[in-house]
T-cell receptor, first 114, second 113 residues
Framework: AQSVTQLDSQVPVFEEAPVELRCNYS??????LFWYVQYPNQGLQLLLK??????LVKGINGFEAEFNKSQTSFHLRKPSVHISDTAEYFC????????????FGAGTRLFVKA | DAEITQSPRHKITETGRQVTLACHQT?????MFWYRQDLGHGLRLIHY???????NKGEVSDGYSVSRSNTEDLPLTLESAASSQTSVYFC????????????FGPGTRLTVT
């Protein structure tokens, strides 16, 4: 069975500081990895994805993530956050081996302070 | 602009009633999905469809059904609503050659009293 763990439920950070949102997963089959952002009262928006190839992936809004297969991690980073980055961030794993499965983490609330 | 819409955005219903949540997309995407979002659980997959007349059960399908009669719509039906189905429901779609890149609707907040 697959699982996704987002290690921090809330991350407060000051504006212009760097941030890392942590995501670990477990799976016995190959996975595809995603980060989504959800602003209040809105649906989820895809930030970035890892399907194959380079383990460092860049997404929208200056975010990037690195796939580490040995540590089964896919941490999200941004070198300098803005107030507008305040939102809920979800890590997700998708497998399509014997049936489509999407497993989402419980989410990390990023709160950017002035 | 192409988009994905959900209706209603908010719904209050009573236990035991049948409820249908609508999802409509104008991207002509083959793949459509329904999720529920609850505190502490992230999103969980209810049902999904790879095309017209195709439906598949997800992780939490009990008490829910879907049907796909055209490309644009995937309505979600709660046959007999239960308080445990109080949640926020999200519809998503993706194109045939890229099932993994899903686009989400704005959500429907359902309260079962």
């Amino acid at each position: 069975a697959q699982s996704v763990t987002q290690l921090d439920s809330q991350v407060p950070v000051f504006e212009e500081a760097p941030v890392e949102l942590r995501c670990n997963y477990s799976s016995s089959v190959s996975v595809y990895l995603f980060w989504y952002v959800q602003y209040p009262n809105q649906g989820l928006q895809l930030l970035l994805k890892y399907l194959s190839g380079s383990t460092l992936v860049k997404g929208i809004n200056g975010f990037e993530a690195e796939f580490n297969k040995s540590q089964t991690s896919f941490h999200l980073r941004k070198p300098s956050v803005h107030i507008s980055d305040t939102a809920e961030y979800f890590c997700a794993v998708i497998t399509n081996n014997g049936g489509f499965k999407t497993i989402f983490g419980a989410g990390t609330r990023l709160f950017v302070k002035a | 602009d192409a988009e994905i819409t959900q209706s209603p955005r908010h719904k209050i219903t009573e236990t035991g009633r049948q409820v249908t949540l609508a999802c409509h997309q104008t991207w002509n995407h083959n793949n459509m999905f329904w999720y529920r979002q609850d505190l502490g659980h992230g999103l969980r997959l209810i049902h999904y469809s790879y095309g017209v007349h195709d439906t598949n059960k997800g992780e939490v399908s009990d008490g829910y059904s879907v049907s796909r009669s055209n490309t644009e719509d995937l309505p979600l039906t709660l046959e007999s609503a239960a308080s445990s189905q109080t949640s926020v429901y999200f519809c998503a779609s993706s194109e045939a050659g890229n099932v993994y890149e899903q686009y989400f609707g704005p959500g429907t907040r359902l309260t079962v009293t």
